[in-house]
């Protein structure tokens, strides 16, 4: 605490020189690197030259033609560049084992996405599975995704949704597409495996297809932008070019504003107050997916307080919004809506970290960094009394999924800021803040995706560890931003290991932290999980595995040759456990012959043709290897009518 004030303290002029941007000439700015496994990258130093002894993080990173800026995780590249460096030589051989295994990790990959694509376009089908099996996928959005983002009226939707079971007449398209939607999001916290990962795939490019339609622009309305802001999360949660959301949700925005939700209900003509507060809580959604997803893609969120007046959702529990003229219940009170207005009063200062770390006028300095850390602890300290309060309360209170989500959203957010300058803290005194930082963050966001054993035994309440299962899975089997803070995490502590030994001058042996000790074991057997759950790409277990590797060679003192030994046996060793997990995939969609893998149950309607918008083109819902870090293998490739 006492170095945080100090360095809080520092003035401009002792505070290191530090800034990430620098006077830059063409070309010769970049730092560029070739590997096999890695592919080309071009990075832009920032208080650094890349591959020096200073090894810092970039101010951007090129690859394959895009750009990312600081928060983009690739940006850490250049922390791990003696691992690959190590065993390039290696590898490039004809006869070498570990070349040829990441070449069969590939060709299995592109396999099995192959298999799992739908056709495009994607006619919607009135093929669901029983109601009982549906009523499970409902039931896991409501409890997970929904309390964060808020997008339906629950009443409204689970009316709707009794009504389509019950009814015998064709089902409404439009209400149909946002069910598969809300079935595809459940559908990632159904399991530990994601086992309905192939149905969550398919109906998210039936809903795609839908959006996609020269008609869907008529009908630009409420239930519309529902759908598309359930069609990003649903192709975050399936892994579906989650890496382009960003791009797909600044479409979403300029929709919403077309439609007047930047400007709040009081300055437009007046309307109920069910209508009233979706629209508040639709705009806080959009504005959450925006944000978020230019974190995860190093992209600028490109939208400010001056472009918007929509104030926050009120506290409303949903039931209440159906009566008119019903007050908003007190702050201290817990309702449906407390967590997405929790979260949004710290929207400004989250806007503001992003504008920091990916705007292109941001000079990135340090002394900027400690005073968004300074204000960040401020508000975070209000949110958890906030959130506390709520939690005390002995009547409706907040689960712990929604607790944990809230937490491990705000650590990444305050990580980002550190994470720039962790190279640099690694090899100079002045940034250990940064440092210290980045590690209590990175351990408290590993422990919510993977808690110990001896956490989850401290609480034998069902409801609990449920909770807690519910966010686990999230991570593990969605994509995007949460389980991508969770590899960087886990990356950034093997890193701080690995410094620790190589900082260490002894005769005795180096006493290590057990906590980041385990992480190396714990986030191994957690990434062939995430495979096991459906990922295709190897590479988060591989290259914990070449890290782990050089900690080992570090620990017993062996030279460069050993240790390139030592990297190209992790190596062979980790595609020796992959390979057997995907070739299985590959056989399982052989048994399936890409036929949905629940038991359907026919409606009686026949798909109609559609004329498509060739913009949402199949070429584009080709997502291929668009994965946050998909840098390793170097592809170069009815009822009642809706109240809106």
């Known amino acids: 605490m006492q170095l945080e004030e100090q360095l809080s303290r520092s003035a401009p ?14 070309h010769s700015a970049m730092e560029e690197s070739t590997s096999s496994i890695g592919g080309h990258f071009a990075l832009q130093p920032g208080g650094g030259v890349f591959g020096s002894k200073c090894q810092v993080s970039s101010r951007s990173v090129m690859h394959k033609e895009r750009l990312y800026g ?21 590898i490039r051989e004809d006869a070498s084992k570990a070349f040829s295994g990441i070449r069969k990790c590939k060709n299995l990959a592109k396999t099995i996405k192959n298999r799992r694509a739908p056709p495009w376009p994607s006619p919607t089908r009135a093929d669901l599975p029983s109601k009982d099996f549906a009523d499970e996928l409902v039931a896991c959005y409501l409890r997970t995704s929904e309390t964060l983002y808020r997008v339906l009226h629950v009443p409204t939707f689970t009316r709707d949704y009794e009504a389509f079971w019950n009814s015998n007449t064709p089902p409404d398209q439009a209400f149909l597409v946002q069910l598969k939607l809300v079935l595809a999001i459940g559908a990632t916290t159904y399991d530990e495996k994601f086992s309905l990962r192939a149905s969550a795939v398919k109906w998210v490019y039936e809903a795609q297809s839908w959006v996609s339609e020269p008609e869907f622009k008529t009908r630009l309305n409420m239930q519309s932008l529902q759908t598309t802001t359930l069609l990003l999360l649903a192709r975050e949660t399936a892994c579906l070019g989650q890496s382009l959301i960003w791009i797909s949700a600044g479409s979403l925005l300029r929709a919403a504003v077309y ?25 806080n959604t959009i504005l959450e997916i925006n ?9 600028s969120p490109m939208i400010s307080y001056e472009d918007f007046d929509t104030e926050p959702p009120g506290n409303f529990d949903d039931d209440q919004l159906m009566v008119e003229d019903t007050a908003a219940k007190p702050d201290a009170h817990f309702t449906q809506a407390s967590i997405a207005i929790a979260l949004r009063k710290t929207f400004p200062l989250r806007l503001a970290i992003a504008k920091f770390l990916n705007g292109f006028g941001s000079r990135g300095t340090y002394e900027e960094a400690l005073r968004h850390d300074a204000d960040f602890r401020v508000q ?26 809230v937490d491990f959203i705000m650590s990444r957010y305050l990580s980002s800021i550190h994470v720039p300058f962790f190279g640099q803290a690694q ?32 609480s034998g309440n069902d409801t609990v560890s449920s909770d807690r299962d519910d966010f686990a899975r999230l991570v593990c089997c969605g994509s995007g931003f949460f389980r991508t803070s969770v590899f960087q995490a886990s990356f950034l502590l093997t890193v701080e290991l690995r410094t620790q030994l190589q900082e260490h001058e002894s005769l005795g042996p180096m006493p290590l932290r057990p906590d980041l000790l385990c992480v190396i074991d714990d986030a191994k057997i957690w990434s062939l999980k995430v495979i096991e759950a459906g990922e295709t790409n190897v590479k988060g277990y591989l290259l914990l595995c070449l ?32 390979l057997p997990i995907l070739e299985a995939k590959v056989a399982e969609g052989q048994m399936e012959g890409n036929v949905d893998d629940l038991n359907r149950m026919p409606l009686g309607v026949a798909p109609v043709p559609e004329d498509w918008d060739f913009i949402m083109s199949s070429a584009q819902f080709n997502f291929g290897d668009e994965d946050p870090m998909g840098w390793v293998f170097n592809d170069g490739t009815t009822q009642e009518p809706s109240f809106w």
């Open 13 to 26: 002029g002792s505070t290191p020189s530090t800034a990430l941007s620098q006077p830059l000439t063409p």
């Open 70 to 90: 600081r928060s983009h995780w690739s940006n850490g590249i250049a922390l791990f560049r003696d691992v690959l460096e190590i065993i390039e030589p290696l």
């Open 259 to 283: 439609k007047g939700l930047h400007r709040d209900p009081f300055y437009l003509p007046k309307k109920c107050l069910l209508l009233t507060e979706m629209r508040r809580r639709l705009w």
């Open 291 to 299: 944000l978020q997803s230019a974190i995860d893609s190093g992209g």
């Open 380 to 405: 975070y300290k209000t949110l958890c009394q906030t959130l506390q309060a709520f939690s005390s309360s002995p009547e409706s209170k907040p689960s712990r999924f929604g607790l944990c989500t």
């Open 427 to 458: 090899q100079e005194a002045a940034h250990a803040f940064s440092r210290k930082v980045v590690i209590e963050t990175s351990l408290k966001m590993w422990y919510a995706a993977y808690p110990s054993s001896s956490m989850a035994g401290q």
């Open 547 to 578: 890290i782990g590797a050089q900690i080992e060679g570090l620990r017993h003192g062996l030279g460069k040759d050993e240790t390139a030994k030592l990297l190209v046996k992790a190596a062979e060793e980790a595609e020796d456990k992959c």
